[in-house]
């Protein structure tokens, strides 16, 4: 594909701050050095708010893009997803973020996103760039629509991940070992009513309850290590059972590829569930807070959007 417009939405706080300075930098370069053929139009906000806002707003215009690119962790290509699914504009992802799961499952080069922006902003200009189609996750939660494109995180996970993004100062998986270790203490297995692919409802007591499009959570912890992003399925990955000392090395052997092996792990692909989330209990899809502590009860429906999005490539994945 070739693109003569290009929205490129960079996430501030990514990258411990560094992703706005050097996408201002990057694609003011890419702008002035590919003259008339290629325009790049820079959303740089403060607040992912306003990112989501303006990046809106550049879609729904007159001159709308023919490519959207997003530089920044999970949260900004979900965010991007969310733009753009169901739609023929396609997204490009540059990850700068600290976990970068959603990339790490479409195989997207990580840790170099200058040489990534570059590489994409080339290959949209000069016509070498690819499609590829991969799923969404829709979900509605307390009555709003959301998209997801890694994962979805009810319970354990999430609270460690609530406090993964307070650690702020720690590197991708570092961070979430670290939130884990302060986690464990205080939490107690959940009660939730679960449906799955509309059959009947059923009480599922658990620790952990995961819906993924791709493999890893918490900057590459595999622990659906058979989710395929272009499969038309997801995966379930339900904990129930583990003592506190089970979840203390839960994760350690996901990153090792053992956790498959634990009796209170399963694992259930489908295409939709239904889950009734107990009083106060957190939910996150992507990195990113839906549903905060001190909530009622609520349900939480969630189906796959096979397709939904066309993933821009530029190489061969890794």
Do not use: W
Request: proline content about 4%; glycine content about 14%.
């Amino acid at each position: 594909m070739r693109a003569q417009r290009v929205l490129y939405v960079v996430n501030p706080a990514a990258g411990l701050g560094a992703s706005a300075h050097l996408g201002r930098r990057l694609a003011g370069g890419a702008a002035a050095s590919s003259s008339s053929d290629l325009e790049v139009v820079l959303v740089a906000a403060d607040s992912f708010e306003e990112l989501r806002r303006q990046a809106a707003a550049e879609l729904g215009g007159e001159r709308r893009p023919d490519a959207l690119i997003v530089q920044g962790g999970d949260g900004m290509v979900s965010m991007g997803a969310g733009l753009v699914a169901g739609t023929e504009v396609p997204l490009g992802v540059v990850p700068s973020g600290t976990g970068n799961d959603f990339a790490r499952a479409a195989g997207i080069e990580r840790g170099v996103p200058a040489v990534g922006i570059e590489r994409m902003l080339t290959a949209l200009r000069t016509g070498t760039a690819s499609t590829r189609s991969v799923d969404a996750m829709r979900l509605v939660l307390d009555g709003a629509e959301h998209v997801a494109i890694n994962s979805v995180n009810v319970g354990f996970d999430a609270v460690v991940n609530r406090r993964a993004n307070e650690l702020r100062r720690l590197p991708g998986t570092a961070r979430y070992v670290a939130a884990l270790l302060e986690s464990v203490r205080h939490f107690e297995p959940l009660e939730f009513g679960v449906r799955i692919d509309g059959g009947p409802a059923e009480s599922v007591t658990a620790e952990m309850l995961t819906v993924l499009n791709g493999s890893s959570i918490g900057g590459g912890i595999a622990v659906a290590p058979h989710a395929v992003i272009d499969d038309g399925l997801l995966d379930l990955f339900v904990v129930g059972g583990l003592p506190r000392i089970g979840l203390l090395t839960l994760f350690p052997l996901a990153m090792a590829g053992l956790h498959t092996r634990l009796p209170a792990v399963t694992f259930e692909r489908l295409t939709g569930i239904s889950v009734l989330v107990p009083k106060g209990v957190l939910v996150y899809a992507d990195g990113e807070e839906l549903r905060g502590l001190g909530r009622a009860a609520c349900t939480l429906d969630l189906r796959i959007d096979a397709g939904a999005v066309r993933l821009i490539e530029t190489g061969t994945r890794r």
